[in-house]
């Protein structure tokens, strides 16, 4: 019987994933920074009441 062998570049996955766990990442940054400027107000560092 016959062989057939297949090969896939997947550089560009490779990158794209890449890319998108750096943007989870900074998403979480920011998410971050919003729960800070909930609790916290920004230009006087006075708390916020909830």
Do not use: F, K, W
Not at 25 to 40: A, I, S
């Amino acid at each position: 019987m016959g062989r057939v062998l297949v090969c896939h570049d997947i550089s560009e996955l490779v990158r794209a994933r890449t890319e998108v766990e750096r943007q989870l990442h900074l998403v979480d940054q920011l998410r971050g920074e919003l729960l800070e400027q909930t609790l916290q107000d920004p230009m006087t560092g006075a708390y916020n009441r909830r």
